[in-house]
């Protein structure tokens, strides 16, 4: 079955330390975006990557790290310069240059303590 | 004023009913839309997607989009409990096919 995994569903870990949420496709998909969401606050998009060994900051970057070696993986690192990093981490994955929607992911729960 | 306005709800209808659930925008470059589902602690999914104006139907849903009054709506008919979601808007426009804007989600319970 195609379809995008992202590991693990629930993430808790120390204040003050990087953590990396794990996102894999097998869509055979060239994009492919890191979001948040917070309650009352919808989806807003961390970083996004067009095609492997490329990736752009979406609208909020800061604490955030990512890469693309891979066509089919697109890592998030949660640094520790996150100030809130508490939340909801959405991967989502498209065909470029199609104007149809993105697919997601289950999504992982980050929780700091 | 953001880009896409979408009322939070939570809407609440009994079994049966039509739903109705609507998104307005400001850019009228947006030429793509689309909706999805999203239930509790899962990630969203793709319901209906609409290039442009007019109408699309898939069973149950039905996605309206008219661009002279920036407003899309999606109607769900014959609704069942098991529609209980957050549905969220989303577009862009033919320019940039990077980045969708988003709706803040309507949260809909069908009663049983």
């Known amino acids: 079955d195609g379809g995008i995994t992202q590991s693990p569903k629930y993430l808790f870990r120390k204040e003050g330390q990087n953590v990396t949420l794990s996102c894999e496709q097998n869509?055979?998909?060239?994009?492919m975006y890191w979001y948040r969401q917070d309650p009352g606050q919808g989806l807003r998009l961390i970083y996004y990557s067009q095609i492997v060994n490329d990736f752009q900051k979406g609208d909020i970057a800061e604490g955030y790290s990512v890469s693309r070696e891979k066509k089919e993986s697109f890592p998030l690192t949660v640094t520790s310069a996150q100030k809130n990093p508490t939340a909801f981490y959405l991967c989502?994955?498209?065909?470029?240059?199609?104007?149809?929607?993105?697919?997601f992911g289950p999504g992982t729960r980050l929780t700091v303590l | 004023q953001k880009e896409v306005e979408q009322d939070p709800g939570p809407l609440s209808v009994p079994e049966g009913a039509i739903v109705s659930l609507n998104c307005t925008y400001s850019n009228s470059a947006f030429q793509y839309f689309m909706w999805y589902r999203q239930y509790s602690r899962k990630g969203p999914e793709l319901l209906m997607y609409?290039?442009s104006s007019g109408n699309k139907e898939d069973g149950r849903f039905t996605a309206q989009v008219d661009k002279s009054s920036k407003y899309i709506s999606l109607f769900i008919r014959d609704s069942q409990p098991s529609d209980s979601a957050t549905y969220l808007c989303a577009m862009k426009d033919a320019g940039n096919n990077r980045k969708l804007i988003w709706g803040l989600g309507t949260s809909l319970a069908v009663n049983p």
């Open positions: 869509l055979n998909h060239d994009a």
């Open positions: 609409t290039y």
């Open positions: 989502a994955s498209r065909v470029t240059g199609s104007g149809e929607g993105q697919f």
